[in-house]
């Protein structure tokens, strides 16, 4: 079964979190004297500090989309070079042996524009042996070794950008994963001392007691009220 992936346990932004994660760290060095009789030593802030730098350590969402963008990319330059050259060797052996001759068909299936890049990865394995065995006869089509040699270079290329797209979005999905668990971690930890905060100062000072008031919203202020 698929592990379902993480999901974030708070409406506020990643920026919001962070800000007001740092915010209170200032904040309670304020009121150190009044955390600590809560339990918020020299260990707990260590911990909490750790909490948000694993978060800052972490690249952005879209950061990581952007490098995934990039070896799409590459992916796609590759598949396209490949593509060419292919046509090019299918149309020398039309020309040679005629479309529908079982000589031509050896060559695998001309609808490169459509596969998929798996099967185009095998396709054109397909086409290199096809070649290979061919190569006298496509000759005065233009055929050399050295065509050969290029389609199997050029579909080496391809396959490894193929593997690296998959990597990098396997790599891309481990990070998000671990970046969300960081994140609710870290948003916890911010509520259980917000919670202290409002409870220390709800009776005893007002500006205290509202610098601990999370809202839950992606920018962090009070919600809007629908004007009626």
């Known amino acids: 079964?698929?592990?379902?992936?993480?999901?974030?346990?708070?409406?506020l932004t990643d920026g919001v979190l962070k800000q007001k994660a740092d915010e209170f760290l200032l904040l309670m060095d304020r009121d150190a004297q009044e955390f600590s009789e809560r339990g918020y030593n020299s260990?707990?802030?260590t911990a909490y500090m750790a909490a948000i730098e694993v978060v800052n350590s972490f690249s952005s969402d879209e950061t990581l989309e952007g490098e995934k963008m990039i070896l799409t990319e590459n992916k796609n330059a590759a598949r396209r070079i490949l593509e060419k050259s292919m046509r090019t060797?299918?149309?020398m052996a039309a020309n040679k042996?005629?479309?529908q001759s079982s000589q031509y068909r050896a060559f695998g299936p001309g609808d490169i524009s459509q596969q998929p890049d798996a099967e185009l990865a095998r396709t054109y394995?397909?086409?290199?042996?096809?070649?290979?065995?061919?190569l006298a006869d496509l000759s005065?089509?233009?055929?050399s070794q050295e065509n050969i040699t290029a389609l199997?270079?050029?579909g080496t290329l391809f396959d490894e950008t193929i593997d690296a797209l998959a990597e990098g979005i396997s790599d891309r999905d481990i990070a998000t994963e671990s970046r969300v668990e960081a994140l609710n971690n870290l948003y916890a930890l911010l509520s259980k001392y917000a919670g202290i905060g409002q409870d220390i100062f709800y009776e005893t000072n007002e500006a205290k007691y509202n610098d601990y008031v999370i809202y839950d919203t992606p920018s962090g202020m009070p919600p809007e009220v629908p004007v009626v």
Do not use: P, W
């Open 89 to 91: 060797i299918f149309n």
């Open 97 to 99: 042996f005629g479309l």
């Open 152 to 154: 199997i270079d050029q």
């Open 1 to 11: 079964m698929k592990k379902e992936m993480a999901t974030r346990n708070f409406n």
């Open 140 to 143: 005065s089509e233009g055929l």
């Open 125 to 134: 394995k397909v086409m290199v042996k096809a070649a290979n065995k061919t």
């Open 43 to 45: 260990a707990a802030k």
